[in-house]
DNA sequence: TAATTTCCTG
DNA sequence: CAGGAAATTA
């Protein structure tokens, strides 16, 4: 059984860069850079599902890979000749749709991955017809020296194996660039006239980033480019399909998703990036984004479906970081009071880093061995708190090649489906869905129930899970821990659903407690305060009702901050007196133990407290480490250590160095949005 | 005594 | 990160 962090952690080693002349760097135990192995096979995570042709979101295309793929057994030879974009043109010149253009793409990525199949199975055969030569040939010589020849005949024939794996990489090359160039055709140019006919129209919505479409838009010039478009194509769809019977289902669905995929491939290719920024990387990127903000507009469509009686407020689109938006005050909400006391409840494994970019001028630590900061993704600077809206606020991110971070993705779709669901009518326990059926088995526990069945729509289950998988063990393992923590609580608070969507799950859970959001949160808190009080807690967590379980839950995350922090900064003192090199960063030989954003040591820290790499540290937490540092480093040096509570002199004085929390982190939900 | 913190384990 | 035990604090 996949995990969610399987699927995120596989995903994350997915989204390598298809390119084979990848520079082998970094690598380490985490694997940071999953593409770096030049031998590895390149891999298309979302895109694949996509791209299978009987996957789930292609199926109403799948006649159209069907017949690809069918030809593509017929003959191989003369699909070659023909060429890969051969058919984006139609019979009558026509170009082709956009959903026939992403087919192609897919099949063109398929073909690439069966030519590396087939070229190692070829291979082998290959092998295995050299050795029978070679057996026939020793009978004519058995008494002939082999030694040296067959030395000789094996080096050649390797030689002669790597030549056709060469060939054959360098030809699926071409029909990538063939490809894309099809593409450029097909999309570019529309994408170029379509955005110049736009500007000359005078749009000016540039702002009105439509945050529920595009989860997150890393802020480089170069995604914002490109999301401007995808907006002002998304504007165009939205226009469109008002028009459209909104239960046209997942047509349009489907539509929405191919059409706003070859936008986004269209951009690229405007930009003439395509090929230098890894177009396959970016069409991933631009896939799973769209999968997101096709995938939530699903959700609303069937929520809509099932609350027609209670018609969604048009604020049911509200950007992720709702609640922490310039104004600094949460927006009013029709069903405030129920989505704060109903908040997420998802427990999802942590370990979900996508260390996927190399860092930009790293630096490396002479100390240190050389390791990849953690991934840099920018959310949208509207996301950000203001804290670190600053224009450095990354310091080391790569301006133009920022992968979706999956978790982030998984938390917008969180809050969406948070959103969503809380303009359910109620529903109570004890109606006719109250079973322990599906209390066990299915996803939607009470909130599938019904006091009310009269006066509201049952929420059907299987409708909704129609195309959805349900999701596995890890998520059921805390669903039953969480009942568990509830013990002696409401039981009608105790609701909730798991969905999951492909590899892009959902937990969703109505009641007090504390979500993964939250923790986030305390995480980032812990930048400001080491030492919270209870007390500072609660008014630093709003949305959470707290009790004496949710307190000490909360009171012990921060037990284990502290923890985590204190190891590590023992660790590195420890290495520092033992290998005698007193400098954790650079040019700091005149500032020992300077604990510069450079060092792994910061690295690891940032990588446990922001994982996501989407707050700026403040200096004043690298401060204080640095001095945590020292002072276990002084303790070490002067043998202090030997000392059984060595460690609480420093615990004192680290205790006192905590500095006021922002006011952003008042407001409910993650700060990150 | 309750709340909090640390230490240890899984 | 959670749970539990022990130590510490107020």
Redesign the pocket.
Known sequence: MDSPSDLFGRQSSLISPFDPHITPSGGGHGAPYPGANPSSQPHYPLIHHLLQPGGAPMRSRGQLHLDRYNREEEGMEGEKEEGMGGRLVGAGGKRLSGAALVADWSYDMMRVKRLRLESLVFGDGEIGLEEEEEEEEEKGRRNAERGNREKGREGRRRRREREELKEQLEEARGRLKTLQEKVWKAFGERSAQEEEKRWSGGEQEEDEIDHLSLPFIPSSPHFQGIAKQDRKAEDHEKRSEEQRNVNGGGGGFLEGVLKRAAVWMGCGVVRGEWERFGGEQKFAQALKQELGSAVARVIDRVLRLYTQNDPLPPSIHPSPGEGRNAGGAPPPHPHQEQSEALPLIT?RP?NRRNNLLPPNNRTKNTLLPPHPFPPLCQPHPALLPPSSRHKDSSPFLPPSSCPLPIPLLHYTMQQLFTRSLSHLPPLHKGGIMNSDVYMEGNPFPNLLTSASSSSHPSFPPLAVMEGLDRLDGGLQHHHE?DG??RGGRDGGMDSGIYLGLGSISFFWRSGEG?S?CH??K??LMFFYAR?????TLKTYFPDVKFN??V???L??????????F?IQMERFARQAARDGAPCLGRDSRETPLCLGRDTELYRILNM??NKSNDYQVPDRFVEIAELALREFYTAIQTGRDSDP?W??YI?KI??KLDSPVPDSFRLPGCPMG
Do not use: V
């Not at 030492?531 to 007390?535: G, H, M, Q």
């Not at 009171?555 to 901050?561: L, Q």
């Open positions: 427990r942590d821990r568990g923590m504390l993964p923790l986030k305390a995480k030492y919270p009080s209870s007390n004496r379980c307190t000490s839950q009171i012990k995350w921060f037990s284990n901050f502290r923890e985590f204190y446990h407290y509570c460690k609480k615990y680290i205790c």
